[in-house]
Structures are given as structure tokens and as C-alpha cells.
């Protein structure tokens, strides 16, 4: 059975960093591609970062140069460091691994 289990969200003021991790069981990273996303309220879902297997990373140019997706293959796990937040990244942020596996989200509140 496929898990994907996000931590690390909180609150934070504008300008500070938080990091994201997210641990998979039933699927190994080092084979897919894998992403991080966010939904606001009212909004729709939209990508953050994405990663083919072993590939480099690319960015929403809303984050680009803020935020910076790693994995640790051997753990099964997946980051989103995030430095310089701002309000406008308030959001659920959701890890993704191959075509449809998804963690439950974890909160991101950047208070100005």
C-alpha cells in the first residue's frame, strides 16, 4: 500500500523559512518523478516543484529561488526547504510520487 505522510508545516512570519519533508512506504522515489504542491483557499491546486527520477528540479517562477525540493533516496524521503516566505505562500502543501500518489497535506501559514 502506497503512503506518502507530509510534516514540518506551521506557522511562520514573512521572510522566514520552514522546511517540508515527506516519507513514502510502498513506492521508492529513486524510481519516479516526484513533486511538491500547494492549494490556497479558494484556489486551485498548483504545482510548486517537480523532479523527474534523479533529474533536476523545476520551479513555479513564483518560488523560484526561494524554495528548493531534495530527496534522500535511501530513506524514502522527499524536502521543500523554503526560505524568504511570503503571505501569498500560505497553503495545504501536498507531496506527490509518480502518477497518483499523494500525502493528506500539511498547513503553511505566512503571516505578514
Known amino acids: 500500500q502506497v503512503q506518502l505522510v507530509e510534516s514540518g508545516g506551521g506557522s511562520v512570519q514573512a521572510g522566514g523559512s520552514m522546511r517540508l519533508s515527506c516519507v513514502a512506504s510502498g513506492i521508492r522515489l529513486s524510481f519516479n518523478a516526484v513533486g511538491w504542491y500547494r492549494q490556497a483557499p479558494g484556489k486551485q491546486r498548483e504545482l510548486v516543484a517537480h523532479?523527474?527520477?534523479?533529474?533536476?528540479?523545476v520551479y513555479a517562477d513564483s518560488v523560484k529561488g526561494r524554495f528548493t525540493l531534495s530527496r534522500d533516496n535511501p530513506k524514502n524521503m522527499m524536502y521543500l526547504q523554503m526560505i524568504g516566505l511570503k503571505p501569498e505562500d500560505t497553503a495545504v502543501y501536498y507531496c506527490?510520487?509518480?502518477?497518483?500518489?499523494w500525502g493528506q497535506g500539511t498547513q503553511v501559514t505566512v503571516s505578514s
Open positions: 506527490n510520487v509518480g502518477v497518483d500518489a
Open positions: 523532479s523527474l527520477s534523479e533529474g533536476k528540479a
